[in-house]
């Protein structure tokens, strides 16, 4: 199964609406497929195995053991099931990691499989397979995109430095950590404020970039639509991936978002529009970059008025970065305690 989780990990940031699954065969104690879900509308990776197992090992795949970290999809949506992929393939073992959290499938691939006489295990390294699929988890349950907060900010709290002054805070190091997020993202967001004042690209760039990626969609939200008519968002290569949202509140511009298809939002600043997510308990998952700084003015990270109550990230995780410090992790709100 961690050969499979492994897998999985290669399709993160691909896959949306569908998740990021893996999956391995094995017989006579060996390895004989392997496989991923490379987009949406591509085959599912039972069935990518099932394909690197017939090439390789024909003679193997009958009677083999198919270890996925997704319950196996039992419908027929823009690829057909996978139920019927493995009772084809002659597999009479699956063995599966997290239930599918679509209320329309869940648990319905154990029926379908065991009435065609396959034995089947799950729950095996559930938890792992669980965090990988939490974007998929919230949008097909909820409607609404997973939320990634990022911000680089001195340790007095500020995202910009005294005018005339450089406007990195963050160290090299620690800003192409924070660029690598994107390749998980369906979308970046940012306020308006950070395209007037920074006039970011929010691409796939610095070794970033991967021939199988698509660039996000470049998300602005504006009260005035005032932008820049020279900025890159509007400018550039990927012009047509920018998304204008002009006087829509944030929830709102996530639930558009999760309308159309969006699994994961990276906001990248500035602090109004962070400031808002966490007011309205909108984000997930947080990557904070703390640079050795004292700003003493500037843009706070979390603009507005103070939260309260406070909030505290579980699971954390302190990376350092040279003389710079990520803390990573997820917020637990109220209503969770």
């Known amino acids: 199964m961690q050969l499979a989780l492994d897998e999985a990990q290669r399709g993160v940031g691909l896959t949306s609406p569908n998740p990021p699954v893996g999956a391995v065969i094995v017989a006579n104690e060996q390895v004989i497929g392997r496989g991923f879900h490379r987009k949406a509308g591509g085959p599912h990776a039972e069935v990518e195995a099932i394909r690197d197992a017939t090439q390789n090992h024909a003679d193997l795949l009958r009677g083999a053991t198919i270890y996925v970290t997704l319950e196996p999809c039992s419908t027929h949506g823009r690829t057909p099931p996978c139920t ?192 808002q997510a966490f007011h309205q308990q909108l984000v997930d998952e947080v990557f904070w970059y703390i640079a050795p700084r004292f700003c003493g003015d500037g843009r706070p990270s979390l603009a507005g008025h103070p939260l309260s109550p406070s909030v505290e990230l579980q699971n954390v995780t302190v990376l350092p970065m040279g003389d710079n410090v990520l803390m990573h992790g997820f917020p637990q709100w109220s209503d969770q305690a």
């Open 84 to 275: 019927d992929a493995i009772k084809a393939a002659g597999i009479t073992r699956v063995v599966y990691a997290a239930k599918d959290p679509n209320p329309g499938h869940v648990g319905k691939a154990d029926d379908i499989l065991r009435v065609a006489g396959v034995e089947v295990t799950s729950g095996i390294l559930e938890g792992p397979c669980q965090d990988i699929i939490r974007p998929f988890r919230k949008w097909i349950t909820t409607g609404m995109p997973y939320v990634i907060a990022k911000a680089g900010q001195s340790l007095d709290g500020r995202i910009t430095r005294p005018a005339g002054e450089s406007q990195w805070i963050t160290s090299d190091a620690a800003r192409a950590h924070g660029r690598r997020l994107r390749l998980r993202a369906d979308a970046i967001l940012v306020g308006a404020e950070t395209v007037r004042q920074d006039n970011p690209q929010l691409t796939l760039r610095d070794g970033t970039g991967g021939s199988d990626k698509p660039q996000p969609w470049r998300v602005v939200l504006t009260r005035s639509g005032d932008l820049p008519a020279d900025c890159h968002l509007l400018t550039d290569e990927f012009k047509d991936r920018t998304l204008i949202m002009k006087g829509q509140d944030l929830g709102d511009a996530l639930r558009t978002l999760g309308r159309q298809g969006v699994l994961t939002v990276l906001i990248e600043g500035g602090g109004i529009v962070l400031g």
